[in-house]
Structures are given as C-alpha cells and as structure tokens.
C-alpha cells in the first residue's frame, strides 16, 4: 500500500512538472523563426523616427523600411537607397537607439543597372538579407548574379493584377532558372485583391517565400472594382495609370498636376484593411500553411488603412497570429 502511494505520488508530480514545462515552452512566433514586423509604409504620413516610436509602442521589433519615407530625428531626405554611408551610419544608429531591427527594404524597382549595383549595395551595408521589388524582366538575369555575389534575397512582391507579378505562376515563370536567392514577398491582400485564394498561392511559393505582406481585408473585391482594376494599362503599357485606394502606391508625377486629376477616373472604394482574424483573407490558414511550409522569415503588417491612427489595429494583429501560434503543433 505504501509503494502504490509513493509511486502514485511520484507519477503526480511528474504530471505536475511535465504540465509547466509544457507551458514555459508554448509556442510563439519566434520559436517558429517567424519576424512578425511592420511595414514603415503603413506608417508613411509620419517620419520614420515617428514610425519606429509607433512599432515600438505596440511591441513589434522588426521592421520593412519604406524607401520614400522622410527620415526625421535630424537627418535630412527619406530612406532612398543611393544615401551615402555616413547617413547609412546614422539611420542604423536610430534603429539603434529604439532596439528595432531593419530587417527588408522595399518596394523598390531600379530602372538601370547602376542603380541595381547600388541598391545591393545599400542593402548589404545596412545589414538586411532581402529586400522586395518587381523587377523588369530585362534585369532578371543582372539580379540574380547580384543576388548570388552580395548573398542577399531577392523577394518579388505581387501588386494586383495587371501588375507583372500578380500571380504566382508569373514568379515561377521569370525565375526558372535562375538563382535561388530570388524569391518571393507574398502579398495575401493582393492575391485577394487579384482574385486568387491566398492559400493556394502560398502552395504553389512553397520554398521561395522570403517574408510575406500581411493583409485581412474587410470584403472581397466587387465586380465594378475588378473590372476597373482590369482597365488600367498592364506592363510595358505607357498609359498613366490610375491610383488605387490601399495599394501601397503613390500617384504618378503627371496625376498631382493640376487639370490631369481632374480627368482621371475615379476608382470605386476597393477592401480595405482590417484586423488580422476579423476580415476574409482567413489568416489562421495562412499560418497554418506557413506553418506545414516551415516557413523562416518575416512578416509584416503593411496596414493601408486608418493612416493616421492604425497603430492599435496593428497591435491588434500582432496579438491575433500570438494567440493562434498557441494552438499549433
């Protein structure tokens, strides 16, 4: 009798310890290896001193830096990838200063090689391993030697159709064969936006995603939204082309002219951000592909909406992908 107590006893506490060790190792984000971030863009009416005081505050540590951005905290110009090294030097310092990390850079798309040579360049001295752009395909091959000799990543990101990159299959055509450093930025409110479902886009990535564009959008696209979407010039095509509310775009230099404006067609109000978990882009199955996938890497919020005051919707987000990485295996 003495025995079964004490075995009993001991099974007990075995139990007991075995429960708290379970809980001191529950699951997160990082365990994952996943950099859940922001993109400085849906911080982009502040400077980028005001956009790391924004992320700090709301907890997020890793950072997609916008190239137009003012830089504030006494540096002149914005986030332009051709700054010399010693204002390099500086905005590291600001990251710094926060305890925030510059981890990607974009969306950026040279038009010359010398400025490919020195957007690699930017981004190897700033200590980033990827940045994300799309690309002429004129410039492919270019990119993927420099990818290969700077060892940095490459991430095509899809702007909606008829952008270049819209679909997936567009990716995997223009960079069969080339190096594996060029990759992808998945935009999941884009794929919405293009009408694909975002799970089966990342299926068919698996392996080439390098960071994502974290998106939960309030409806799908409607059919006069598509349709106006579809009547803007595709690639190649010299056509001004319309700005679109929420896609991380600004309007072209010829459009902020007084009487162009005037002349444009105006887009129909298109989905919109909202918090991660409560729109349609079904984001726990996003992470749980991501997941199955093994995916290492960033993610950030690039939250196109509530400019001026997104900061609580974006910590909102944050706490959404916590609380379902709890629940994955």
Request: proline share 8%; charged share 20%.
């Given at each position: 009798?003495?025995?079964?107590?004490?075995?009993?006893v001991l099974?007990?506490?075995?139990?007991?310890?075995n429960?708290?060790?379970?809980?001191?190792?529950q699951n997160t984000?990082e365990?994952?290896g996943?950099q859940?971030?922001?993109?400085?863009?849906?911080f982009?009416?502040f400077?980028?001193?005001?956009?790391?005081?924004k992320?700090d505050s709301?907890?997020?540590?890793?950072?997609q830096?916008?190239?137009?951005?003012?830089?504030?905290?006494?540096?002149?110009?914005t986030?332009?990838f051709?700054?010399?090294a010693g204002?390099?030097?500086?905005?590291?310092?600001?990251?710094?200063?926060?305890?925030?990390?510059l981890v990607?850079?974009?969306?950026?798309?040279p038009r010359t090689?010398?400025?490919?040579r020195q957007l690699?360049?930017?981004?190897?001295g700033?200590g980033?391993?990827?940045?994300?752009t799309?690309?002429?395909?004129?410039?492919?091959?270019?990119?993927s030697q420099?990818?290969?000799?700077?060892q940095?990543?490459v991430?095509f990101?899809?702007?909606?159709?008829?952008?270049?990159y819209w679909?997936?299959?567009?990716?995997?055509?223009y960079t069969?064969?080339?190096s594996?450093?060029?990759?992808?930025c998945?935009?999941?409110g884009?794929f919405?936006r293009?009408?694909?479902?975002?799970?089966?886009?990342?299926k068919k990535?698996?392996?080439?995603i390098?960071?994502?564009?974290m998106k939960d959008l309030?409806?799908?696209?409607?059919?006069?939204?598509t349709?106006f979407?579809l009547s803007?010039p595709g690639?190649g095509?010299?056509?001004?082309?319309?700005a679109?509310?929420?896609?991380?775009?600004?309007?072209t230099?010829a459009?902020?002219?007084?009487?162009?404006?005037?002349?444009?067609?105006q887009p129909p109000?298109?989905?919109?951000d909202v918090?991660w978990g409560?729109?349609?882009?079904n984001?726990?199955?996003?992470?749980?592909?991501?997941?199955?996938?093994n995916?290492?890497?960033?993610m950030?919020?690039?939250y196109e909406?509530?400019w001026?005051?997104?900061?609580?919707?974006?910590a909102?987000?944050?706490k959404?992908v916590?609380?379902v990485?709890k629940?994955?295996?």
């Open positions: 009798m003495k025995y079964y107590l004490k075995f009993s099974l007990l506490v075995f139990a007991i310890v429960n708290t060790k379970d809980a001191k190792a984000p365990s994952f996943w859940v971030g922001a993109q400085a863009y849906s982009r009416m400077t980028l001193e005001e956009a790391l005081n992320a709301i907890g997020i540590q890793y950072i830096g916008f190239p137009g951005q003012k830089i504030g905290a006494g540096i002149e110009g986030l332009d051709h700054m010399p204002k390099r030097d500086s905005v590291l310092q600001l990251f710094k200063n926060k305890g925030l990390a990607s850079y974009g969306v950026v798309t090689e010398a400025d490919w690699f360049e930017f981004v190897k700033m980033m391993k990827q940045f994300a799309e690309p002429e395909p004129e410039f492919i091959p270019l990119v420099l990818a290969d000799q700077y940095v990543n991430a990101h899809n702007h909606p159709r008829p952008s270049r679909s997936p299959d567009t990716l995997i055509k069969a064969g080339y594996k450093r060029l990759g992808s998945a935009d999941i884009h919405i293009s009408g694909l479902d975002p799970i089966e886009s990342l990535l698996k392996g080439r390098f960071e994502l564009h309030h409806e799908k696209p409607s059919a006069e939204y349709a979407q803007r690639p095509q010299n056509a001004q082309r319309p679109t509310p929420g896609q991380g775009g600004a309007a230099a459009g902020a002219q007084g009487g162009a404006a005037a002349n444009r067609p109000a298109g989905p919109h918090p409560t729109g349609i882009s984001i726990k199955a996003v992470l749980q592909e991501l997941r199955r996938q995916f290492k890497g960033p950030f919020a690039e909406y509530n001026m005051t997104n900061a609580p919707e974006i909102e987000s944050v959404y916590r609380e990485v629940t994955m295996k």
